[in-house]
């Protein structure tokens, strides 16, 4: 990997929601030790189960936390320009900057993500507006009218209001509006979540056509493995708070090395075979109440001694990457690599 | 197609509305325990004068017939109506023989000037300053103004406007205790009446305002805290969106419409008056006057002043139907 590639790295990424209870402090341990390279010119899948803590790691990379939500360490540094940029060490306004502009963002749930009393071209207009100096409201008009256009949307829908157009639509309008400046990393959370299959398909070729089109870098999260399958070229697998496996997708599919991603990939159904599918074992874990050594090991069907002493540190097998102790002997660590 | 299917419906609900509240309120004082003529006849004993039995029959009937409760109460509702539509709402039973309306217009301008001020004024700053504060809650400042007014919201009324009233009025005598203007002074367009007013309308004035105030402030704040959290101020704060444009057309925009239909119906209570205030504050208004109407019996005025209180409120309502969605396109005439 080429470091020129890389626009997006993390290095032992810690967000913590810190609580205050009665009696002390909770510490939900969200993100917990997360080191990612995100490459140009790629559509990066993160997969994991519900409450593996997914969504805060987007928000994390986004600089888009709130208490209780903390960064306890690590940085998220971007290139941009030739030089390396700390999300964290900007200042407010300079951040408002990179949005929508450099990086943007396409929330979970896009039914309720539009102002229910603005027409769609308004909240176009607000974006525009806020990113974009000395145009006015005509020019801001036709700017979202040949952008939408252009990526195959009805021009009627910047005249609806947001409870006029479909489920599926307006998550197209949200995915549409991210890539509205052509920002250079567009980050996309459960987009096709709670969209029926035919549905899904749209949205996703619209994600690929946007990528495609601005050569871009799209960070996809989702929990649909068959998504992932058809999107991302590359996918990390989380678990509690952390990546367990990353590799590219094909070889994932091909040669899942961590117990957990072979439970999720075994999941899935298959032409002709009508068996019935098995899942991992168990619950996940309460992040807020972490097993000791590797998270995974009770609800893992090939726990040895050792994962429930240590954590495994995650090595690199050429292009792959995971955490699990079966593998410890076939790599190198991950600090040794990246470095 | 707005007109007929939507419109003329609602005004036919409008009218019928209007019709079965004041049917309600013809029958309901004359199910109540006082009967106007006996109390008008108690009334003359109580001033010392010997009625001698052979008359008080004679003058029942007298009065019985001249307060128009002669007859069935079929017969009565008849008449009421047929006198309803020329305007009229019959004379005071206890201030004989002033027509109602004349006691009515009389009362009017003190409580709507007291009620329309206050009301409009602490729901311009309850709102203002609880959303802003909302949109702060985590500031120290709106902290403090929240425990301010968490302290002052729950202080029952009357215990308010008296202390108020002992406070200011008579260990302090900065303020008149009693009345409209002061006794004797003819109403008149002079400085030095109007300051008058001013200054025997600022005790009740004050005690409306500011618990009012208190009210519109916590409900305004806890809105504006509950849109904040909302998807779409969130995702215009990833995208960038400046600031103040999401305070106004994100936040308050929302916060607003709830607000709306609550300002409407506050305004359309003021015609039933501010019972309690009128009465602690002795204020010539409408809510002295319903109190006084009540405890004699006085059916006629009775009718009167609640049959405009629901003519105020099913407007108010009705216009808030018809303009409310210019402000939220999701609100459909149907």
């Given amino acids: 990997m080429q470091d020129g590639d890389v626009v997006l790295r993390t290095d032992n990424l810690r967000a913590h929601y810190v609580l205050d209870i009665p009696g002390g402090q909770k510490v939900v341990r969200a993100v917990d030790g997360v080191s990612l390279q995100i490459r140009r010119n790629e559509i990066y899948g993160i997969a994991g189960e519900s409450g593996c803590g997914k969504t805060t790691l987007m928000k994390t990379l986004y600089a888009a936390i709130n208490r209780p939500l903390r960064l306890v360490s690590g940085s998220v540094l971007y290139a941009k320009d030739g030089q390396e940029l700390d999300v964290y060490a900007l200042r407010k306004r300079e951040l408002r900057g990179l949005r929508w502009r450099y990086m943007a963002y396409v929330p979970q749930g896009a039914m309720s993500i539009f102002n229910p009393v603005m027409k769609i071209k308004e909240t176009y207009r607000d974006f525009l507006s806020s990113h974009l100096k000395g145009k006015t409201a005509a020019e801001m008009f036709e700017i979202a009218k040949d952008h939408i256009d252009k990526l195959g949307l009805p021009i009627s829908i910047l005249e609806a209001y947001p409870h006029q157009l479909s489920g599926g639509m307006r998550q197209r309008v949200a995915i549409a509006l991210a890539a509205l400046l052509r920002p250079s990393v567009i980050f996309a959370d459960e987009p096709t979540t709670a969209l029926d299959v035919v549905v899904q398909r749209g949205v996703v070729q619209l994600l690929k056509d946007i990528q495609a089109d601005l050569h871009n870098t799209i960070i996809l999260v989702t929990h649909d493995m068959g998504i992932h399958a058809n999107v991302t070229d590359r996918l990390a697998i989380m678990y509690a708070g952390r990546i367990i496996e990353e590799a590219p997708t094909v070889e994932i599919f091909r040669n899942p090395l961590h117990p957990y991603t072979q439970f999720l990939i075994n999941s899935l159904p298959q032409f002709g075979d009508a068996g019935q599918r098995v899942s991992a074992p168990g619950q996940p874990p309460s992040l807020a109440d972490l097993p000791s050594g590797c998270a995974f090991h009770p609800r893992c069907p090939k726990a040895m001694p050792i994962c429930r002493e240590l954590r495994p540190d995650t090595i690199v097998i050429g292009e792959h990457r995971a955490a699990c102790w079966l593998h410890a002997e076939r790599g190198t660590a991950q600090d040794a690599a990246y470095s | ?334």
């Fill in chain 2, 1 to 334: 197609m707005f007109i007929r299917n939507y419109l003329i419906p609602r005004l036919l609900q409008y009218f019928l509305v209007i019709f079965l509240g004041i049917t309600i309120v013809f029958f309901i004082p004359r199910m109540a325990p006082t009967n106007p003529v006996e109390r008008t006849i108690a009334e003359i004993r109580s001033r010392g004068t010997y009625l001698d039995p052979a008359y008080v029959q004679q003058m029942v009937d007298a009065l019985t017939e001249m307060y128009g409760l002669s007859g069935s109460w079929l017969q009565q509702y008849k008449d009421f109506w047929v006198r309803l539509s020329t305007g009229d709402f019959g004379v005071s039973f206890f201030q004989f023989p002033t027509p109602v309306m004349t006691l009515i217009k009389r009362a009017l301008p003190w409580t709507v000037g007291l009620l329309f001020t206050t009301t409009v004024f602490s729901w311009l700053f309850g709102n203002i300053v609880g959303g802003i504060a909302g949109y702060a809650h985590n500031r120290r400042w709106s902290k403090l103004l929240d425990g301010i007014m968490m302290f002052i919201r729950p202080i029952p009324y009357y215990v308010f406007a008296l202390g108020l009233l002992i406070l200011f009025g008579y260990v302090y005598r900065k303020f008149p205790i009693a009345g409209g203007a002061s006794i004797g002074r003819t109403p008149s367009f002079t400085l030095s009446y109007i300051l008058d007013v001013l200054r025997h309308a600022f005790l009740p004035a004050t005690s409306l305002a500011v618990l009012g105030a208190a009210s519109w402030f916590q409900t305004s704040k806890l809105i504006v805290q509950n849109v904040n959290a909302e998807d779409f101020v969130q995702y215009a704060q990833l995208g960038g969106v400046k600031e103040s444009r999401i305070i106004f057309r994100y936040i308050i925009r929302n916060a607003m419409l709830p607000q709306i239909t609550n300002l409407a119906l506050s305004l359309g209570q003021i015609l039933s008056g501010a019972l309690i205030t009128e009465i602690v504050f002795s204020y010539p208004g409408l809510g002295n006057l319903l109190y006084s109407a009540i405890s004699t019996g006085d059916y006629n005025l009775i009718m009167g002043i609640i049959s405009l209180s629901i003519v105020a409120i099913t407007t108010l309502v009705l216009i808030v139907d018809l303009v409310y969605p210019l402000f939220d396109p999701r609100i459909r005439y149907k």
